[in-house]
């Protein structure tokens, strides 16, 4: 629960609360859905298959050319993410001190480097426990301050009802409309599914129980706890509106962004006590560094895995000399982190941002995992079809946000109560909002009877601004259903072979209700007393007759093929 809940859920949750009202608490209802989802039909799954790499199970499912393209992928995308991971302790340093933020991004970035190098996993899991318990501290802080500083919850409740961030239920179905029930319930869940169901980091853990049962028991307790810290997460947004209902530090120009709202609350209220501004930098400083030292380990073993543990120079290194691979790999990764900072710096808000990466990157190969789990009917032509495809639809919705601004705008922020000498920057500032704001809503173009503005966005740029959480509801499927058909039309032959350790539990309980072109016949299963399925398959007479192409499936692996009979 400690390496998934980084300081991007610390500070950005208590930014979107600030910003968009408590309606963002249904994330967390979401959360607890996609934790459940992700450990039933996915991670149970690697777990039977005993496998190393969770990628492994596409060059097993599949072929090696998938594997390898859904590794790239996930490469890049948990370098960017990790390097969002660095950027949110910065913004909270350089809001308390006067130390240069990108000064800050390249301290905590090596800080934790170099522990995760030195320590490796046990590093990680030993420090875990201290890092949760003061990213709860360190909320905990400032609901306590915020609340004595107004007098009592009474009248944060109060103001902020009248500012509107006392909202709990939404149901807008507009897909522009950025949190609402929909968004959370929905949106979230397959948004970020993909960052657990296909996590090398999450896999890592969810394996190393003693038994199936213990790490399902481990899952149902992570969810509930991560769904209760972003729920908790979320407080301090409504008490920070209710202290600053009447001078936004934003717009006053006392900080640059809205994630560093609650830093500035920090080192405004809790200077005057000793330790406290400490404990919660700590906090936040905690909750980076074991996201940060999970996910470099997790990068670390998919690249060795993957790319090079394959090649004959290092099919036979010792135990030693991979851990030594492993470390200098963490090492490169986690300063390759540093550098993409400068990359994910301009991507909006932290919330925003991870979640955007998450549903344009990880949907496509979310979308292949499923297809392999779900859809006997499939093999490697078509999926490869479908994948393509939904890298092809995630570039197109990635590049369409960063070329236009399509974030939406915040619920009314005043400055009413600020300080007089503070008041010309105010009007600096609002006036370049507002021209940039007419600026990008009135685009002039030349006809002929003089100037003409257009009064709505084009076509392409009203399908980027739904709402982020919409993303994956667009990569996702489509990857599937192009995956799908595209497998129909190339012949599903391979399906005949596939070993059902491959597919999820649920997909082989409900083996009888599926068509005969989706499901092979050659397969009877046998509920037995003790509620596992046993399955008897004529996998091992057919596997000498396969064929190379068939072999491309995955089907005939010799550590997965056993006896006639296997229990799953």
């Not at 609360?17 to 799954?45: D, E, I, K, Q, R």
């Not at 405004?268 to 936040?284: C, E, R, S, T, V």
């Not at 790999?329 to 982190?337: C, P, W």
């Not at 093999?379 to 570039?395: M, S």
Request: aromatic share 12%; glycine share 8%.
């Amino acid at each position: 629960m400690a390496s998934n809940m980084s300081a991007i859920a610390t500070m950005g949750s208590a930014a979107e609360t600030y910003l968009y009202s408590c309606v963002y608490w249904w994330m967390s209802v979401g959360n607890f859905l996609l934790l459940l989802l992700a450990g039933h039909f996915y991670l149970s799954v690697y777990y039977r298959l005993n496998i190393i790499s969770v990628y492994e199970y596409l060059e097993i499912r599949y072929s090696r050319v998938v594997r390898l393209l859904a590794t790239a992928i996930y490469i890049i995308y948990k370098l960017l993410y990790l390097s969002l991971v660095i950027y949110a302790p910065a913004l909270a340093l350089s809001a308390v001190t006067d130390l240069n933020e990108w000064v800050a991004v390249v301290t905590v970035g090596l800080v934790c480097t170099i522990y995760t190098t030195m320590g490796g996993m046990k590093a990680v899991i030993w420090t875990d426990l201290l890092q949760m318990l003061l990213m709860f501290a360190g909320v905990l802080i400032v609901i306590i301050k915020g609340v004595m500083e107004m007098g009592g919850f009474e009248n944060v409740w109060r103001i902020a009802e009248e500012g509107g961030r006392v909202r709990y239920v939404d149901f807008d179905v507009d897909p522009k409309a950025r949190n609402t029930v929909w968004t959370g319930l929905f949106g979230y869940t397959l948004t970020m599914i993909p960052s657990l169901g296909t996590s090398q980091q999450i896999a890592q853990r969810f394996n190393s129980c003693r038994s199936e049962r213990e790490a399902m028991k481990a899952v149902y307790i992570g969810a509930a706890l991560s769904t209760a810290y972003l729920f908790y997460a979320t407080v301090p947004g409504v008490i920070l509106y209710a202290v600053y209902a009447d001078c936004d530090p934003v717009t006053n120009g006392e900080i640059n962004k809205p994630d560093q709202v609650i830093a500035y609350f920090v080192i405004q209220f809790l200077k005057d006590l000793p330790g406290m501004p400490g404990l919660f930098i700590a906090a936040i400083f905690s909750a980076a560094l074991s996201t940060l030292s999970s996910g470099l380990n997790s990068l670390a073993a998919v690249f060795f895995e993957d790319f090079l543990k394959p090649c004959r120079c290092f099919q036979n290194v010792t135990d030693q000399t991979a851990t030594v691979i492993l470390k200098i790999l963490s090492a490169m990764f986690g300063l390759l982190s540093i550098l993409f900072v400068y990359v994910v710096s301009n991507m909006g808000t932290l919330v925003q941002a991870a979640l955007s990466l998450s549903g344009i990157m990880l949907g496509p190969v979310f979308g292949v995992f499923t297809l392999g789990v779900f859809f006997p009917c499939t093999n490697t032509k078509g999926v490869l079809v479908g994948f393509l495809t939904g890298i092809g639809i995630g570039i197109v919705i990635g590049t369409g946000t960063i070329m236009y601004d399509t974030k939406q705008p915040p619920l009314p922020l005043s400055t009413d109560g600020c300080p007089a000498e503070n008041i010309t920057y105010i009007l600096s500032n609002f006036t370049t909002m507002a021209m940039t704001t007419l600026t990008d809503t009135m685009t002039a173009n030349q006809t002929e009877g003089g100037i003409r503005y257009d009064e709505g966005p084009s076509g392409y740029v009203s399908f980027i601004s739904m709402s982020h959480l919409w993303y994956a509801w667009i990569v996702v499927p489509t990857t599937v259903i192009v995956g799908l058909l595209a497998s129909l039309v190339t012949g599903n032959k391979e399906t005949r072979t596939i070993n059902p350790k491959l597919m999820a539990p649920v997909c082989l309980k409900c083996h009888s209700c599926l068509p005969s072109c989706c499901f092979p016949t050659e397969y009877e299963f046998h509920e037995k007393e003790d509620n596992e399925l046993e399955v008897t398959t004529a996998i091992d007479s057919k596997c000498q007759q396969t064929t190379d192409t068939d072999k491309e499936d995955g089907v005939c692996k010799d550590h997965l093929l056993g006896k006639e009979t296997e229990n799953i």
